[in-house]
Structure formats: C-alpha cells, structure tokens
C-alpha cells in the first residue's frame, strides 16, 4: 500500500477518492496521478522506521504530505521545507530564489533537475487529460497557475485528524536548510532555524543520529551527509 493509499483510507469516504487527491499545501483537489505521497523519514531507511518513529510502516499517514508533484519533488530534492510558527502551524519556506518565478506546471524551469531529468519531466508532462484537469483546478482556485513564490508563508492544510510528526518535519526542514547554505542558495539570515524550544526530550534525536551513522545502515542505503545538522534539532516531542 503507498502512503497515498493509506492515507485515503485513513480519511472520510469519497466515491472519487481513487481518481482525485486533496494536496496539503494548495489545498486544491487534484487527479490523484498529480499528487505524491512524500515521505518524511526517507521510504529507502525503511529498514528503521520501527526503531527510529515507533511505525510498523514507513507508509504510516504520519510519515507524510500529500502534496502536487512539483511541490514534492522541491521538498524532496530539498528547495522549500516547511517550519513550525508559534501559532502552531507549518508554512512553507522557499530555500532557493530561482523557484520564485517557476510555475508550478513548468516543469522545464524546475532547478533542482538536471538536464536529461528535464527532458523526460518534460514527456511526463504531456499528459494531456490529466495537465488539463490540474491548469483548470490551479486557475479556479488561484485565478492563473501559481508560481513557487506566490506559495511563500502558505499554511499546510488537513483533513480530519491525521497529522504528520512535527519531528519528523522538523528534520527534514533542519537537513534541507543545512543543505541550501553549504551550496549558497540561501543565507543564513534568509530561514529561521528549526524552533526547539517547544521539544519535550531527544530520544528521537540520538535515535536517528545512531541510525543514521551506523556502518550497516549505511551500507544498506548509501552515505547519509549532513548528520551535523542534526544537533540543530534539540529536545524533540515524542507525541509528534
């Protein structure tokens, strides 16, 4: 079961649930095939995700965001991240300026691809029913298709009580704002750094750095860089 799957399952019932996906940030219903599940803790650490969050599936809905593709892929390849406020809520962060005037359908101008990954984006976007579907939810909902800068501060929305781990988010926002200053995309004043003061322990904290620096673990899924970065964490919620 993918984490989109699991995380439908866990929602309301929706006859058109297998055809269409609600993405957490745009918080616009689009074709289901347009949205990815996004995993938190990296699906390639499955391995740990028993030790590490407590889950007994890297697809648990709490190791997630169902987001738009190309808003996906920049949290992945690590361009915008989204930070805790004192309010509560998740906004989202942009960590290089060159997204600003990327629209989101404009697959081409994505930065983090290189260019043969550009080109086959490029084929992927031509599906034609489905890009009509997502240019007229995006148009209805925005007036014209967003750029990456008109995201800038927007709130992560959800449905029901699902709710990822702020630990989780909290690390990945930690590792890809470490990742945008060490190659110049931002400055160390453009991005807040991950608020700790809310945290309650670091169990989680120096069960991940174990992990995530053991031999074995490594072998398994390649080096893991940036462990450094870990340790602006600090005292981390084991409620999530």
């Not at 648990?60 to 805790?84: H, M, Q, S, V, W």
């Not at 290189?114 to 976007?125: L, N, V």
């Not at 074995?216 to 940036?226: A, H, K, L, N, T």
Request: glycine share 6%.
């Amino acid at each position: 079961m993918t984490y989109v799957q699991a995380y439908q399952r866990s929602s309301p019932y929706d006859e058109d649930e297998d055809k269409t996906c609600k993405c957490m940030l745009l918080d616009v219903t689009l074709p289901t095939s347009y949205v990815t599940g996004s995993h938190l803790f990296k699906f390639k650490w499955h391995m740990a995700v028993q030790e590490v969050l407590g889950f007994s599936c890297i697809n648990d809905t709490r190791n997630g965001l169902l987001l738009a593709k190309p808003i996906e892929e920049a949290f992945d390849a690590g361009f915008l991240c989204f930070i805790l406020g004192e309010d509560g809520e998740h906004r989202v962060h942009l960590l290089d300026a060159r997204l600003c005037n990327v629209k989101l359908t404009d697959t081409k101008a994505y930065p983090w691809l290189k260019p043969s990954g550009q080109e086959k984006m490029a084929k992927e976007s031509k599906q034609q029913d489905i890009m009509k579907d997502v240019t007229e939810a995006l148009k209805e909902s925005f007036g014209e298709i967003p750029t990456f800068a008109a995201l800038r501060g927007k709130l992560l929305q959800f449905e029901g009580d699902q709710r990822p781990f702020k630990r989780c988010l909290a690390f990945q926002a930690s590792q890809s704002r470490h990742s945008a200053l060490s190659q110049g995309r931002i400055s160390p004043s453009a991005i807040p750094e991950t608020d700790a003061s809310a945290w309650s322990h670091n169990s989680y904290l120096e069960r991940i750095k174990d992990y995530l620096a053991d031999p074995e673990f490594q072998y398994q899924v390649g080096p893991i860089d940036r462990l450094d970065s870990i340790s602006e964490l600090g005292r981390l919620d084991a409620s999530g």
